[in-house]
Structure formats: structure tokens, C-alpha cells
């Protein structure tokens, strides 16, 4: 399925212009030898592009053992029979006759006059005595291609397909085809073809990969054999659809507008049809609050018939060795990826630490994996970050081991951070039990809407457990040794019937200190009241709390703990600049 896609994406006008011709592909040229229409060496001779010339579209083939010449467009050895010290000398003179019979052969054929100019340099070209000719700088291993001057139409370079040579770039089509190739029917397009061995093109910059390429069909070993069958034919592919998908991928992976990499797999984006609205700027782009106005704006007016007429596919690879890994392949309509994404944002809306509500505000899925880690640099991220972003486009349930992962991280740490929180709703709003119930914990929710009585139990729990955290906090000050949840956090959230009795006792202590003192008087009836509030919401006696608490209601237990500290947060801040805004208006009387 995937492979067909990527054959059709090949063959769209759009697209199709820029794809490199038949056997062409992506190269970068380090030198070119300038000669005249004779084949003369011309000055300075050769000319360097730099280690950053830019990639030009030239004959080039998978190329991992024997001798195999590119037209046109070689390294030092095959093109000019240079070799670096300590070099095999007969195999290098050998791919240098044979380069120079390649090219000899496509000049009778083509009757081309840039590639007879080159015909003849070669043939005029001593590697024994015209090596001196050559720089310093010059490396056998670099790609070397020729630029000639010819007197009527002026410089051209034979390799580039932008040359247009037509009959050159035939010639090495058929140069190039394997007569022997047997007939089948091809996976990709469904017609009766010669099918490949080997697939002429290498998927380029996948993480982990080979950097020469890595192959997306191939079976190499006899168990991966089948009906007598090896190598790419155990997959039939005609040459034409091998090279589609393959350059079409390649393609998708070095335009910056349709792949970007998430951790150690590389994603890339397209379309049935073209479209002018690019989602991957909704992932590679911090700007997901404008994105998302643009989606439900376009999937609620006029262009909706012609979103839902289009299709949108991503691909997910990663690399073992040369062999490329797909982790992930997503087909959907662009409507329903719009309004996937529109509902992902929507659901891991929820205020930061302070009890601050900011709808530009939303997570990249990067930053959503790497929070259930302690050291994201070291740990196997890839997993969740893939389940993550396939959800996001494809909908469906994000699956409850992310939860456990983020209570993990929760009872670990000891505290419940923004992006942990926003993980939290995201992944329990994808679930059709506690949809309902999500769709209303932005923030403190005093009466949440769940459906399971336990589930308001631990949520208020949680609340209590930040209650009573503030109440110490108020009490004895911020320079404690070790805080409440410094020592019970991982016990209040997953067994709060054996600790919550203990802990309500010792607030007792602490807002009876607070009680005696006048300059506190105040703090004190705010913080009883608070706690009579969510005491009203659970049972008061102790043997009556929960005794265990589920990994679900372990998460809610961590949300509710989350809403009330970022909540208390707030009434602080606010307290304390309506006093500032009192002092100051005090102050301004007094001057009158």
C-alpha cells in the first residue's frame, strides 16, 4: 500500500519535474574538469565546488561490489585512474578503461557533441604522465564530472539532467537495464513487467541508516527466501516503480516542507493531491494555537468537500544496517487528520503551574515523549513519541502504558510537572470512559464529571494532598528538610487509606499554630476553609478512604494534586498583588 502510494506520488505533475530522470539521482560533483570541443584541457582545468556543492541530478546506480562505471560522472579512480597511496593499481586501471569505454559508447550512440568532447579527452588522458595536471587538494575519492565549452551552444555539463540530453539520458536507461531480468507481476503498479534483482535506489538520511543508503525491499539470506527466490524478487518490483517510490521518498525526505525527524525516526508528509495547506507546520513549527484556527476554520467552510476528497499519508522510518524499518504509516482523509489535530490540542489544554490558563499554549510531541523520562538522551523515547504523533493525525486511543509511564515519573520525582499534566488529560481524554469527564479539567475542577465515584475520590484526594502540602508549607515555612511529599507522595497517591489519617492529624497541629497567631489569623481561615471544601467531596473517616488506588485512578489522583497546587499558586499571587495594589493606593492618600 505505502509503495503504491509513493509510486503515485512520482508520477503527479507536480512532483514528477522534479524527480531526477530514469537511473539519475541525487549527486554532489567536488570537481569539474573544464575542457573545449575538442576535449582540450582548458585553465585553470579543474575547477572546485567545495565540500558543499550543491547536489545536481546525474547518472548514478547502487554500486556494492565488482566494477560498475557511472556515466559521465565518477570518483577520481574510475574517471581519471588516480589512486591513493598503497591503491590496487590493475583494479584501477581497469575502472578507468571501463569508464572510458562507457563513455566512448554512449558518444557513437547519442552522436552528441559535449560527450564526444569528453570521449576524446579520455582518450588523449595518460594517468602516468597527465597526473601532474591534476591539484593537491584533488582525492580519488571525490566526484569528479566535466564541464565543456563548446563554441556554438555555449558550456554545458553532459551529466546534468538539466542538460537536456535527451538521447544521453536514453542511453543510459537502457545501458543500464538487465535484459535477464525476469517477467512478473509487480507489486506496486499491477502490470506484467521485468522485475528487478535489486532495486536500483537507496533511501538516503534515515537515522541510523548507511551512508550510502539503505534498502527498503531486499531479503539477503536464505531464510528470507521464497519459491526459490532472493534478493528483491522475493518482492517482485519493476524497475520503473522501484525508482518512483524510492526517488519519490528520497524527494520527500530532503524537502524541508514534507519530513522532519522525531527523535530517531524520520517522518514524511504528502498528500493524494496537492493541497495548500502544509500540516507538517503544525508539528515542525511552534505556532500550533494559529495552525489550529486555520484547520477548524478550513474544516467548517467552503474547501471542506475538497478536504474530504484528499487524502493525506505519513510515513514513519527508522534504520537497521542497510536495511530501512517502518514504524509507522498513517492513510486518512485531510478533513479527518485536521480534525484529529484540532481535538489534540483541545485536549491537553490545561493550566501551567500557576493556575494560568493560556490558549496559545500547546506541546510539541517531542517535549510530551521526553517528560515521561528522567534522561531522554538515554532512554528508548521513540516508542511513546510514535504512538503520539500516529494518534494525533490518525486518531484513536493512546494506549494506558503511557499513563502508568507518566505515574511512574510522578511518584519518582515526587511532583507533577506542566507537560506530565497536559500528557495526562491528552491521554485519558482519548479514551470514551473518561472523555466526558476531560473535556472539563482545564483547571480545578471542584465537581468533576467522571463516571466512576472512585475516580472523584482520587481526583479530591489528590487535591487534599496539595491542601495539606500548603497548609505545612504556611505553617513551618519553605525550609523544611524533607517536605510531606518529600515522603509521602508515593504512598498518598497509590495507598491514601493508610496515610491520609496520619497527615490530616499533623494539619490539624499546623493550622492550630497558625490559629493562635494574629498576624496569620487570616492565612488560617482561608486554608480550614479550603480543606472543609474538599473534605466535603471524599469521606472524612480514615478507614473509609480508598485503600488502593488503580494506575487510572493513580493518574487522576496526580491531575486532581496538580489542579489544587497550581490553583493555590494563583490565590497567593493574587493575594499578594491585591495587597501591593492596596499598600500602593494607601500610599498615594497619604501624599494627598
Not at 279 to 289: E, T
Request: hydrophobic share 35%; aromatic share 8%; charged share 25%.
Amino acid at each position: 500500500m505505502l509503495l503504491t502510494r509513493l509510486y503515485e506520488l512520482s508520477q503527479r505533475k507536480d512532483i514528477k519535474h522534479k524527480l531526477p530522470p530514469e537511473m539519475y539521482g541525487n549527486v554532489k560533483p567536488r570537481w569539474f574538469i573544464e575542457i573545449d570541443g575538442e576535449g582540450k584541457l582548458l585553465k585553470p582545468g579543474f575547477l572546485d565546488l567545495g565540500k558543499d556543492a550543491l547536489a545536481r541530478r546525474m547518472p548514478d546506480i547502487v554500486r556494492s561490489s565488482g566494477v560498475k562505471p557511472k556515466l559521465l560522472v565518477d570518483n577520481g579512480e574510475y574517471v581519471l585512474g588516480v589512486s591513493s597511496e598503497g591503491g590496487d593499481q590493475k583494479k584501477i586501471a581497469n575502472r578507468h578503461l571501463q569508464f572510458k569505454a562507457l563513455v566512448q559508447e554512449c558518444a557513437d550512440v547519442t552522436q552528441e557533441a559535449s560527450v564526444q568532447a569528453i570521449a576524446a579527452f579520455l582518450e588523449s588522458w595518460n594517468p602516468d604522465v597527465d597526473c601532474s595536471k591534476i591539484p593537491d587538494s584533488f582525492s580519488p575519492a571525490d566526484v569528479v564530472t566535466f564541464q565543456v565549452h563548446l563554441p556554438e551552444s555555449g558550456t554545458i555539463i553532459p551529466a546534468d539532467a538539466d542538460a537536456d540530453l535527451e538521447k544521453v539520458q536514453k542511453f543510459w536507461a537502457d545501458k543500464t537495464a538487465n535484459p535477464d531480468s525476469p517477467t512478473l507481476t509487480c507489486l506496486v503498479t499491477g502490470e506484467e513487467r521485468k522485475v528487478e534483482e535489486r532495486l536500483p535506489v537507496k533511501i538516503k538520511r534515515i537515522p541510523n541508516g548507511q551512508t550510502a543508503g539503505t534498502s527498503l525491499v531486499s531479503a539477503n539470506a536464505p531464510p528470507f527466501t521464497s519459491y526459490g527466490l532472493a534478493n528483491s524478487l522475493t518482492s517482485p518490483i519493476s524497475r520503473k516503480a522501484a525508482e518512483g517510490f524510492g526517488k519519490a521518498l528520497n524527494y520527500l525526505i530532503g524537502n524541508e516542507d514534507t519530513h522532519f525527524y522525531l527523535h530517531s525516526t524520520v517522518y514524511v508528509f504528502w498528500t493524494r493531491k496537492p493541497t495548500i495547506h502544509s500540516l507538517i507546520k503544525s508539528v515542525k513549527q511552534d505556532r500550533p494555537a494559529k495552525v489550529r484556527k486555520i484547520f477548524k476554520a478550513a474544516c467548517e467552510g467552503r474547501r471542506k468537500k475538497k478536504l474530504r476528497a484528499n487524502d493525506l499519508y505519513a510515513l514513519g522510518l527508522t534504520a537497521s544496517g542497510g536495511r530501512a524499518v517502518v514504524r509507522d504509516w498513517i492513510s486518512i482523509t485531510l478533513e479527518d487528520a485536521m480534525q484529529n489535530l484540532v481535538c489534540w490540542w483541545d485536549a491537553q489544554e490545561i493550566v501551567n503551574e500557576f493556575g494560568v490558563y493560556n490558549e496559545n499554549r500547546y506541546l510539541r510531541i517531542k517535549a510530551l515523549a521526553e517528560s515521561l523520562y528522567r534522561d531522554p538522551n538515554k532512554d528508548a523515547v521513540d516508542r511513546f513519541s510514535v504512538q503520539l504523533l500516529h494518534v494525533a493525525f490518525q486518531g484513536g486511543t493512546l494506549p494506558l502504558e503511557i499513563l502508568a509511564q507518566i505515574v511512574r515519573r510522578n511518584r519518582a520525582e515526587q511532583q507533577v510537572t506542566y507537560r506530565r499534566a497536559a500528557l495526562l488529560k491528552l491521554v485519558l481524554s482519548t479514551h470514551r470512559k473518561y472523555r466526558t469527564a476531560m473535556a472539563k479539567m482545564q483547571c480545578l475542577n471542584p465537581e468533576p464529571d467522571f463516571e466512576d465515584i472512585d475516580d472523584n475520590t482520587a481526583y479530591h484526594c489528590g487535591r487534599l494532598l496539595a491542601q495539606l502540602e500548603r497548609i505545612q508549607e504556611t505553617a513551618l515555612g519553605r525550609d523544611v528538610y524533607k517536605t510531606l511529599i518529600d515522603r509521602y507522595y508515593g504512598a498518598a497517591s497509590t495507598t491514601p487509606g493508610k496515610v491520609f489519617g496520619p497527615l490530616v492529624k499533623d494539619a490539624q497541629a499546623h493550622l492550630g499554630k497558625l490559629r493562635k497567631s494574629e498576624k496569620q489569623r487570616g492565612a488560617y481561615e482561608a486554608l480550614q476553609q479550603k480543606l472543609e471544601e474538599i473534605f466535603c467531596q471524599i469521606p472524612a473517616q480514615s478507614d473509609t478512604w480508598p485503600n488502593n488506588l488503580t494506575m487510572q485512578q493513580q493518574s487522576i489522583f496526580s491531575l486532581g494534586y496538580y489542579h489544587q497546587r497550581a490553583q493555590n499558586r494563583k490565590d497567593a499571587l493574587d493575594a499578594k498583588a491585591k495587597r501591593q495594589k492596596k499598600a500602593e493606593a494607601s500610599g498615594a492618600e497619604i501624599e494627598a
